[in-house]
């Protein structure tokens, strides 16, 4: 008796892709991405200011260390979010 069913090697049919060869290859620094990088960077310098400024003028509190440390947490995330 002959077994009429497809052989378990046969290989269906590729599917088209919606997505072109390029957009796997384009370069890493868009235009847009470089502006975001630049905005993240902006923003950990702003607040680099703002904590200098809370140092000079909170100098007499005690728990003046728990705020920077507090700011310094949110300026590594805006330059690690820039990398």
Do not use: C, H
């Not at 088209?16 to 993240?40: C, H, L, Q, V, W």
């Amino acid at each position: 008796m002959e077994n009429n069913l497809p052989a378990e090697n046969s290989q269906p049919e590729k599917e088209s892709s919606i997505f072109s060869g390029e957009e796997f290859t384009a370069p890493a620094d868009y235009k847009s991405i470089r502006n975001a990088r630049n905005a993240m960077y902006f923003a950990a310098g702003a607040l680099v200011v703002n904590m200098i400024i809370m140092y000079i003028t909170n100098q007499e509190m005690e728990m003046v260390w728990v705020d920077l440390m507090v700011w310094g947490l949110f300026v590594a995330g805006f330059i690690l979010l820039g990398v």
